[in-house]
């Protein structure tokens, strides 16, 4: 009893003598804790042909800890753009995703990191999920070479080939195809894997979509189709583009379920039994019910479309930030103090890639003519006058 007595004395004080910063860590009492809790979805889902997945989600203390730290970290590193932006240190379109988070987090807690994501360009959170780091987001929003597309893709285009996230799209739409493509050579090498392509309510219109979806269906590939219903395209609102804004129901003869993009444990659910049904069985659509907080890009200020009565009522209700810090609280996983030093190491974690992309240099002007032919074709490049060789590409 005495040395028992003794040694948790001693664990005691050796623990006091930790760093601060492991101190306040939420890993320090319950890091290595699977213990399985079960947690029931917000609301049900709504499927479409096919049945509907369990509200009862399988989950554990570690995995909420980590939605929580992950859903801050991306929250504050999208405001942080926001102010790099109006510093005019971020230049050109800018795409924010505060209030989707548990769209990103819940997606990349069913999958691996084999399988496929591709999505717009509103795309910064699905690459940190991927495993990018926060340097190498703003670096390529500020343009310089520590960014994840070297400085030259900017917001709209990240990439991280090695966790196959293929991007970061500009064209509206033009992902989808793009993503069954990669469906169709997942299916051709036999690997058991699947492709999320990722887009919005704005793009669900587009008649490449349905093309893409229905050669999809027909080959049978394993194409998640994932629409991030935010309610609004740029400025217009969903019923005010859509006749039929149910767009769980789009593919007609394929699949579909209509999820709560703000509840992160119903979207890895979503996605768990996504993955499971496309191996088997083809394509399926995901509608995320969803909502972004900012506009829809830096020059949309967000709020002529829309009441800011109505922004503050979803921030209330439905963020899914605070679902999730409720979750833990309730189940006595974590204090409020331990939660708020997670947010204060995150805000650091943000700050201290921004001075590091800061002090990274801008790409070279050289770079402007690197990465457009195949490598090998030994094409020089000239000036506007013809007469100076301004470089000869690979």
């Not at 290595?32 to 369990?54: I, K, W, Y």
């Amino acid at each position: 009893m005495a040395l028992s007595h003794l040694g948790a004395s001693a664990s005691r004080s050796s623990s006091l003598l930790k760093p601060l910063s492991s101190a306040l860590s939420l890993r320090r009492p319950i890091s290595g804790d699977n213990s399985p809790l079960t947690v029931e979805t917000s609301v049900p889902f709504t499927s479409h042909q096919c049945e509907a997945p369990s509200r009862s989600v399988e989950t554990n203390p570690k995995e909420l800890l980590t939605f929580f730290r992950d859903m801050a970290l991306m929250r504050r590193m999208e405001i942080a753009a926001d102010s790099l932006y109006k510093a005019k240190l971020i230049r050109g379109f800018c795409h924010l995703y505060d209030g989707q988070e548990a769209v990103a987090v819940g997606m990349e807690a069913a999958i691996t990191k084999k399988d496929c994501i591709i999505t717009a360009y509103r795309d910064h959170c699905t690459f940190v999920s991927r495993g990018g780091t926060l340097l190498e987001v703003f670096a390529e929003l500020m343009g310089r070479q520590a960014g994840c597309s070297k400085g030259k893709g900017g917001s709209m285009h990240f990439y991280k080939k090695d966790s196959n996230f293929y991007g970061g799209h500009g064209i509206v739409g033009a992902q989808v195809p793009l993503g069954c493509g990669l469906a169709f050579a997942q299916k051709y090498s036999k690997d058991e894997t699947v492709t999320f392509a990722l887009y919005g309510d704005g793009a669900a219109n587009q008649g490449q979509l349905f093309e893409a979806l229905n050669i999809s269906a027909l080959w049978d590939l394993p194409a998640i189709l994932v629409c991030e219903n935010n309610h609004y395209g740029m400025g217009t609102a969903e019923w005010r583009a859509a006749k039929s804004p149910a767009y769980y129901k789009r593919g007609d003869y394929v699949p579909g379920l209509k999820v709560d993009g703000m509840d992160a444990l119903a979207v890895k659910q979503a996605c768990k039994f996504a993955k499971e049904h496309a191996l088997k069985n083809g394509p399926i659509i995901l509608e995320m019910d969803t909502y972004r907080y900012h506009g829809h890009s830096m020059s949309d200020p967000g709020s002529t479309y829309r009441t800011r009565d109505e922004i503050s009522g979803v921030r209330q209700e439905r963020d899914p930030i605070e679902r999730i810090r409720k979750l833990i609280l309730s189940h006595d996983l974590a204090t409020e103090k331990e939660l708020k030093d997670v947010e204060k190491e995150v805000r650091k974690e943000v700050d201290d890639a921004i001075a590091q992309a800061k002090e990274s240099p801008m790409p070279e002007p050289s770079e402007l003519f690197t990465n457009v032919y195949a490598k090998g074709l030994g094409v020089e490049s000239f000036g506007a006058d013809r007469k100076e060789v301004r470089a000869t590409l690979p």
